[in-house]
């Protein structure tokens, strides 16, 4: 099965956990972890959410990345999953990593963090300006949210009447009180958007 069959097949339940990624795609071709990971430029002793985890394909790296020291909390709204992330890192000894269980409309982080991470999460999120703007509370002083997703061109992803252009995020951010700190185009099918409270 080709990358647009095997993405089609999936409709509108597009999910990195789901997908086989031995038919011909390249997951870190496509999300580019290591090059995320060094433009968000995470310090040793950071405090980090990664908001709609999954399968913990970004949470394992950014548990390297912040240190014994620091904190990543890889936050779900499914129990089952968040279950799965908490097994692996246990199995794996990765003792930084906190694994949540959040909700729809509150991602319930424990403490303060410097960094949400969201990879393509945002098109899943109902009310979102109202949803950021209470995320704002949840951020350290100086802490930025940053959004991956996917683009409207791209060839793979969600359904196209699903997906969020980039123009809207930016518009949706600004009207829950974030100004656009950063905007990175190195991915090959989805924006990168940095974000910080104003």
């Known amino acids: 099965m080709d990358a647009r ?3 089609l097949a999936l ?13 011909g795609l390249s ?5 580019q972890p290591e090059r995320v990971l060094a433009a968000l430029a995470i ?7 990664d908001l709609g985890a999954g399968d913990g394909y970004f949470t394992r790296p950014l548990a390297e990345a912040v240190g014994p020291s620091g904190r990543v909390y890889a936050v779900d709204i499914e129990p ?3 279950k799965y992330l908490g097994e692996r890192a246990q199995k794996s000894g990765v003792k930084n990593l906190v694994p949540v269980l959040g909700a729809p409309a509150d ?10 991470l969201m990879v393509d999460v945002y098109h899943h999120i109902d009310q979102r300006v109202a949803y950021f703007r209470n995320l ?9 949210v940053a959004i991956v997703d996917f683009t409207k061109e791209s060839p793979v992803g969600p ?7 980039a123009s809207e995020v930016k518009a949706e951010m600004k009207a829950a009180g974030y100004a656009l700190a950063t905007e990175h185009a190195f991915l090959p099918n989805q924006y990168f958007l940095v974000f910080k409270p104003r």
């Open 43 to 49: 310090e040793p002793g950071a405090r980090v959410a």
């Open 5 to 7: 069959a095997l993405v």
């Open 136 to 144: 704002a509370g949840s951020l350290k002083p100086g802490g930025a």
């Open 27 to 31: 997951r870190d071709a496509f999300s």
């Open 80 to 82: 089952d999953m968040v």
């Open 11 to 23: 409709a509108g339940h597009w999910s990195f956990a789901k997908i086989d990624w031995s038919q």
């Open 159 to 165: 359904p196209p009447g699903a997906r969020i252009a």
């Open 107 to 116: 991602p319930k982080l424990p403490s303060k963090v410097d960094l949400v």
